[in-house]
């Protein structure tokens, strides 16, 4: 990767319709752009198709964010090469999902740690509460949420169902998140 803030790896993000419901509760999002990482071998490889990354577009655009298209790539070192490639774009938010666990090659949250320049760990901690009500495994999960500059990182697990979890916590935060990042005081 070259040291210009230019990146052609990716392509444009996707621009949200107008919101079908008028003002929506989620804050104030609109022109944000936002990234996804989807962490697996296998889904990288075409053995299988990726289940998470529409979800996880599909909540971001009903959101008010410019999605670009989600990136799948094997685990490991690749998840973090795919962030950093995000972040010269300067997004509100990354969000990725898969290798969180604890087999050997669920390295997400460790190629993401590294990036974090504060962890956020009351949302970690309320995804974890709100999973585990659902699964008991869902203790299992490593991920981190935290921020890089004014970017908000997040690590969701690889289910769908843990995703939409995940998601549902981020909800009625992440505009106010955002706004905060942003330098926005909202209070």
């Known amino acids: 990767m070259s040291g210009t803030t230019e990146n052609t790896f990716l392509p444009e993000p996707h621009t949200p319709e107008p919101h079908a419901h008028g003002n929506h509760t989620h804050g104030e999002v609109q022109g944000r752009k936002a990234g996804v990482v989807?962490?697996?071998?296998?889904?990288?490889?075409?053995?299988y198709e990726d289940e998470?990354?529409?979800?996880?577009?599909?909540?971001?655009?009903?959101?008010?964010?410019?999605?670009?298209p989600a990136m799948v790539v094997p685990d490991g070192e690749p998840v973090g090469a795919a962030i950093r490639a995000l972040l010269t774009q300067h997004p509100a938010v990354v969000i990725t999902s898969g290798g969180t666990g604890l087999s050997p090659d669920d390295r997400t949250p460790d190629v993401t740690l590294p990036l974090l320049d504060r962890e956020i760990?009351?949302?970690?901690?309320?995804?974890?509460?709100?999973?585990?009500?659902k699964t008991p495994l869902a203790v299992l999960s490593r991920g981190y949420a935290g921020a890089a500059g004014r970017t908000f990182i997040i690590n969701l697990p690889g289910s769908p169902k843990g995703v939409m979890d995940g998601l549902a916590v981020l909800d009625p935060v992440i505009g106010h998140l955002c706004d905060q990042l942003e330098g926005r005081n909202g209070h």
């Open 38 to 47: 989807i962490a697996s071998t296998r889904a990288a490889a075409g053995i």
């Open 121 to 133: 760990p009351g949302i970690m901690e309320a995804i974890r509460r709100a999973g585990a009500a």
């Open 52 to 68: 998470t990354g529409p979800v996880i577009i599909d909540w971001l655009t009903e959101h008010g964010f410019e999605a670009y």
